[in-house]
């Protein structure tokens, strides 16, 4: 089992539509949980930190579930311009050890 | 914000030969991480690179084949020696910030082998 697992997709959406990604992981010991975006061609960014209170930061929603082990991306009101991969990472767990999903890829279409 | 210079962003290199990547970082960082990622896949932890002592590396990485250099607190180099077309991947240093959570990334060097 991977330590940590998404959906690669794709998912093609439209302009406007909410779309929701999971990740799971398999370390318990795991402290800290993010959602990275990363464009074709370039390097992964932070789009934000997965806190277990849940963070919300505009049209994106974060969700932290310890006792099922996964955390949840939400995006409101699709853009063409969040047509990315979205990365689960996953942190801790002895070490600083960060820990990638492969990606879940999203097409937001016209 | 943090800036990380990772150079050079593209190569092709003929098999058997080594290619050395390099990082800077705009401030001391203690820990750098080298990556690589293979089209269509995740990130992949080749080893931890501290200022002063080895690298420590992961299961299925070795320093003959991935040598790495940490001179000091904002410069690393990643080696690929000996390259074979599966070495053909992206390639990306990173480090912590932030109390050692959020990680950024250099560019990302784009190796071709053939």
């Known amino acids: 089992r991977k330590e940590v697992e998404q959906d690669p997709g794709p998912f093609n959406v439209p302009e406007g539509a909410t779309v929701a990604f999971n990740c799971t992981y398999s370390?318990?010991?795991?402290?800290?949980f993010f959602w990275y975006r990363q464009d074709c061609r370039k390097e992964p960014k932070l789009l934000m930190s997965?806190?277990?209170s849940g963070n919300e930061d505009g049209r994106f929603t974060a969700q932290l579930n310890r006792a099922s082990q996964y955390i949840s991306l939400l995006i409101r009101d699709s853009k063409l311009s969040d047509s990315a991969t979205y990365l689960c990472?996953?942190?801790?767990?002895?070490?600083?050890?960060?820990?990638f999903g492969a990606g879940t890829r999203l097409f937001v279409k016209a | 914000s943090a800036v990380i210079s990772q150079k050079p962003s593209r190569d092709i290199c003929q098999r058997g030969t080594s290619l050395t990547i390099q990082c800077q970082v705009d401030?001391?960082?203690?820990?750098m991480f080298w990556y690589r990622q293979q089209p269509g896949q995740s990130l992949t932890l080749i080893a931890t690179?501290?200022?002063?002592?080895?690298?420590?590396?992961e299961s299925g990485f070795v320093i003959d084949k991935f040598p790495i250099s940490r001179p000091n607190l904002t410069f690393s180099t990643l080696t690929v020696s000996n390259m074979s077309p599966e070495d053909s991947s992206i390639y990306l240093c990173?480090?912590?910030?932030?109390?050692?959570?959020?990680?950024?990334f250099g560019q990302g060097t784009r190796l071709t082998v053939v």
């Open positions: 990472v996953v942190m801790g767990g002895g070490g600083f050890k960060t820990i």
């Open positions: 370390n318990s010991a795991s402290q800290s």
């Open positions: 997965v806190y277990s």
């Open positions: 401030s001391q960082v203690t820990m």
């Open positions: 690179a501290n200022q002063g002592s080895e690298a420590t590396y």
């Open positions: 990173s480090f912590l910030r932030g109390g050692n959570t959020e990680a950024f």
